[in-house]
T-cell receptor, first 110, second 117 residues
Framework: GENVEQHPSTLSVQEGDSAVIKCTYS??????FPWYKQELGKRPQLIID?????GEKKDQRIAVTLNKTAKHFSLHITETQPEDSAVYFC?????????FGAGTQVVVTP | GAVVSQHPSWVICKSGTSVKIECRSL??????MFWYRQFPKQSLMLMAT?????????EQGVEKDKFLINHASLTLSTLTVTSAHPEDSSFYIC?????????????FGPGTRLLVL
């Protein structure tokens, strides 16, 4: 089965700095890579996604890069703000089912 | 668009009782719905995948007779936790995907927090 590893498990950054979260996967059939943000007790919210025919995608302060050869993809958050504090999950999908990473607790300190 | 609701948002029940959770896609037809379970400070674990009008596909280790899934229409799926026990206490979240350009995207419901006493 598919295995998705996510690092780091926790990330503390100063407001205004950048945060980077990395995920690696094993299933070469994966072709869709979403990132979700989950605040405590709430539903996961899709923040950005990328498909396997694209290497990079950006949406304001958030960007995702994908290296299909190396089977890894990363989430980049620039100019972090306190409201970016949450748990972030990467996921992969190749057959319609998601495999989630373990999550990264991001804390942005003022 | 792409709003998914869940009901109830939380439930407390006695051990041995059954609990039904509803998942609805409010403004789109969901070709597929997914049920996840999330324990505190852990990731989302897929329990089963359901398609309208057909039997659900359960993940390895998930008891189909304990977690009954009914996908009655393109906008409604239900999960029934039968004979619930304290170890079933968890956060249950559904998601739905729709046909079309973004069919891979899953839209999540707000979750149902279950506490079994």
């Amino acid at each position: 089965g598919e295995n998705v590893e996510q690092h780091p498990s926790t990330l503390s950054v100063q407001e205004g700095d950048s945060a980077v979260i990395k995920c690696t996967y094993s299933d070469s059939a994966s072709n869709y890579f979403p990132w979700y943000k989950q605040e405590l007790g709430k539903r996961p919210q899709l923040i950005i996604d990328i498909r396997s025919n694209v290497g990079e995608k950006k949406d304001q302060r958030i960007a995702v890069t994908l290296n299909k050869t190396a089977k890894h993809f990363s989430l980049h958050i620039t100019e972090t703000q306190p409201e970016d504090s949450a748990v972030y999950f990467c996921a992969t999908s190749g057959w319609g089912k998601f495999q989630f990473g373990a999550g990264t607790q991001v804390v942005v300190t003022p | 668009g792409a709003v998914v609701s869940q009901h109830p948002s939380w439930v407390i029940c006695k051990s041995g009782t059954s609990v039904k959770i509803e998942c609805r896609s409010l403004d789109f037809q969901a070709t597929t719905m997914f049920w996840y379970r999330q324990f505190p400070k852990q990731s989302l674990m897929l329990m089963a995948t359901s398609n309208e009008g057909s039997k659900a596909t359960y993940e390895q280790g998930v008891e189909k007779d304990k977690f009954l899934i009914n996908h009655a229409s393109l906008t409604l799926s239900t999960l029934t936790v039968t004979s619930a026990h304290p170890e079933d206490s968890s956060f249950y979240i559904c998601s739905a995907s729709r046909a079309g350009r973004d069919q891979e995207t899953q839209y999540f419901g707000p979750g149902t927090r279950l506490l079994v006493l």
